[in-house]
DNA sequence: TCTGGGGTCCTAGGACCC
DNA sequence: TCTGGGGTCCTAGGACCC
């Protein structure tokens, strides 16, 4: 396969060695809180999704090391956090005695805002030292910065970025540097926190082979337990088995994990294109069988949501409800349109429609989402006036809101694009 | 681990088309 | 009426990531 002929285009040179750095701040939401409250600094603390002062409501977003001790986790309940470390606010009003203080830490809610200003300043330094730059979350990016370093100073260049983010910024950040970005993701995660690991082309198999399973990215704890199953207990064990049976066995997955535990990782550093899809949700404090608070809440997220793509210049072609219903089971529902629109009342209409099988089962959380997303700047008047030509005719169709017999989406959708 | 929110990608079956 | 093979789109679910 490998000898046939190469298409035009696909040259040898992609195949050299790449420098890739991937960037990771160490538990970033309880970075940036200290950033603004001093005080916080060495303390245990923990920010907490859903959560308000006070309450016991939400979950863990990012617990500090010093939290961790005491057992704070991320995605655990706050409730479970507080029985592990109780809030200093509860010593500081006198609950609990002298002794006990150092047994306490601090909660903060999460404040998106300030953490996107902050890592808006994290990222104009990564800019600043890589031509390419993918950044993969709020707290994380891949760089290749194959043109601005070289292996033998890469140690140094990775301290550079490393340096200038404290110094600039004020946080700390985790560093991994290899030929692929697989590898560099598992070598940023190696030495947290402030961590730096340069794995060397040479050392890739090396560095990789003794790794858990679960240490590679995109291995959950399902996939580990059915390679545990296999046998297959190390990056090395995957290494070296036959790729067959973990090609039939995971599919794509399958190869896809065997190249990457033998370090061969071909994907090149690329920025991030648009999102694909918008969604929001909410959970109840219980489950709620009665349909009006489920009606409510789906109104709330329909709204949210395609307020959320009207900011963001979005289109959308097909609109969606989740309903977790006890114990956890998730279920999807969803609908394609005939052509992308912008329509805030379809969002919500639709989404009541989805929704309805599930009336009166009980649920836990809810969840609207819009997919199939369009970005392409088109005449929001002109477009509209498509949809409410739809919806004026839309009561007579049983199949969709949306489809009436007779209408050519593509026909309204090329009249748009000729405006551009 | 009894479960928060926002995403991505993959799979599999069915409809539909040629 | 029975029947090949290939392709695309849609929907639902699942695993995973931060």
Known sequence: MSDGPRLPGVEREDDEDRIVCHVDADCFYASCERLRDPKLCGEPLVVGMGYEAGETVGAVATASYEAREFGVESAQAISTALERLPRRAAYEAGDLDDSERDETGYYRPVDMDYYESVAADVREILHDCADVVREVSIDEAYLDVTDRTAWEV?????????????????????????????????????????????????ELRDFLE??????????????????REMG???????????????????????????????????????????????????????????????????????????????????????????????????????????????????VDRIAHDLFAEFKTEPVRKLGVRVANLEFAATDQASLESWERSEDDSDSTDESSTVNPAGTDPTTGQSSLTDFS
């Open 154 to 202: 890469a140690d140094g260049f990775a301290r550079h970025i490393k340096d200038r983010i404290r110094r600039e910024v004020g946080v700390t950040v985790s560093v991994g540097v290899a030929p692929t970005m697989s590898a560099a993701k598992i070598a940023s995660d190696f030495d947290k926190p402030d961590g730096l690991t340069v794995v060397q082309p040479g």
């Open 210 to 227: 003794p790794l858990e399973v679960d240490l590679l990215h995109g291995v959950g704890p399902v996939t580990a337990r059915e390679l």
């Open 232 to 346: 297959l207990e190390t990056a090395g064990d995957v290494a070296a088995t036959d790729p067959e049976p973990l090609a039939e066995r995971f599919g794509e997955r399958g190869r896809e994990l065997y190249d990457r535990a033998r370090g061969e990782d071909d994907r090149r550093v690329e920025p991030k294109g648009d999102p694909k899809s918008f969604s929001r949700e909410s959970a109840f404090a219980e489950p709620v069988a009665e349909p009006g608070p489920k009606y409510d809440l789906i109104e709330t997220l329909a709204a949210a949501v395609a307020d959320r793509a009207q900011r963001e210049g979005a289109l959308y072609r097909t609109i969606g409800v989740k309903a977790v219903t006890p114990p956890y089971d998730v279920n999807t529902r969803e609908r394609s349109l005939p052509g992308p629109v912008d329509d805030p009342d379809l």
